[in-house]
């Protein structure tokens, strides 16, 4: 199948990779007109996983008409992008559109499929993929499980097929909203457990802090309209797990050094970019003011992001709240 991939980021590069190699002809589209070069001159993406010769499947283009033309269209692009990509799309009624995005749109503060969905035609088919998998993880054919959701079934399933390999198990779910959410909320609740380890408070706390931190992506996802059961699942507990105990994971290394005592500002300077969960935080309270959701550890989060709250503080504010049953 021709399919384009929007976004050649490490991520973005990882799964046109892993398309190619389940034998699909896949096009990529950067607006980096060197990821373009070095990977239609040399199979390389000199910017992100660039140690790696790309399937002789995965061409580039800087051109995002040409990558537009085929009808399976997969987004990787940062959330702030959206509002730049979607007015540009002209879905047929066959055509599929696979949101790989961890971020809400910056302005309507929606999901990526939600944003997506409340702006092209209504018989557009959409789904999300999303589940516990790094990029390195994924380019090495180490095994893995996302989630491929959808409101209607057999997108969902035609998706799943498309991106399963012997090394990519893809589950199916009809519950595309609380899968984005899961990939979403997760980065919050990962930078609280790396505060956590960074202070030094052990493998007690961060369990402890990991299981509330689900309850709380929970709530608000019960809420918004999403199913409980599905935050228990892979694209909410699995890679809630991963993001927030692997030292590989941004967010993790982020509340990780805030946790040793560097500053925000300095962390960023030296990462070169800021972790998703950054960026999140403050999105993630004004949806729980929305919807009426109390959400501790995003509000401490939010609260040491904007200096208003050291480490320890952190740690004590939420181990000094109310006594209360364990599920309300």
């Not at 199979?43 to 992100?48: A, C, F, I, M």
């Not at 399963?164 to 609280?192: F, H, M, R, W």
């Not at 982020?254 to 970019?273: A, K, M, N, P, Y």
Request: hydrophobic share 40%; charged share 20%.
């Amino acid at each position: 199948m021709k399919l384009s991939v929007l976004g050649l980021g490490n991520w973005g590069t990882a799964l046109a990779n892993h398309l190619a190699l389940c034998g699909h002809d896949v096009l990529g589209w950067s607006i980096e007109p060197s990821i373009v070069e070095g990977i239609n001159s040399e199979q390389r993406n000199p910017l992100y996983q660039s140690d790696i010769l790309l399937e002789p499947g995965v061409k580039a283009t800087g051109v995002l008409s040409q990558a537009l033309e085929r009808d399976f269209l997969v987004l990787v692009i940062p959330s702030s992008a959206l509002s730049d990509v979607i007015p540009q799309l002209q879905m047929t009624k066959d055509a599929v559109l696979v949101s790989a995005i961890k971020g809400l749109e910056i302005e309507s503060n929606e999901t990526p499929l939600t944003y997506a969905q409340q702006r092209l035609p209504q018989e557009t088919k959409l789904a999300v993929l999303s589940g516990p998998s790094f990029a390195k993880d994924i380019v090495a054919k180490r095994p893995a499980g996302v989630v491929s959701a959808s409101h209607d079934e057999e997108t969902a399933r035609f998706v799943a097929e498309t991106f399963s390999s012997d090394s990519l198990k893809v589950y199916i779910s009809t519950d595309p909203l609380g899968v984005e959410l899961g990939g979403i909320l997760k980065n919050v609740i990962a930078l609280a457990v790396g505060v956590c380890d960074g202070v030094g408070f052990g493998d007690s706390a961060r369990a402890g802090l990991i299981t509330r931190g689900l309850a709380e992506m929970m709530r608000l996802a019960d809420a918004m309209g999403a199913q409980r059961q599905t935050l228990a699942g892979l694209s909410g507990l699995g890679d809630l797990v991963m993001t927030a105990t692997c030292d590989t994971s941004r967010n993790r290394t982020v509340g990780l050094r805030l946790g040793q005592g560097e500053s925000l500002e300095h962390i960023v300077d030296t990462l070169g970019s800021v972790a998703e969960g950054v960026k999140t935080t403050p999105r993630v309270l004004k949806l729980a003011k929305k919807y009426g959701v109390e959400m501790p550890i995003s509000q401490a989060v939010d609260a040491l992001l904007n200096a208003q709250m050291n480490p320890l503080d952190l740690a004590s504010s939420l181990l000094s709240r109310p006594l209360k049953r364990e599920f309300d």
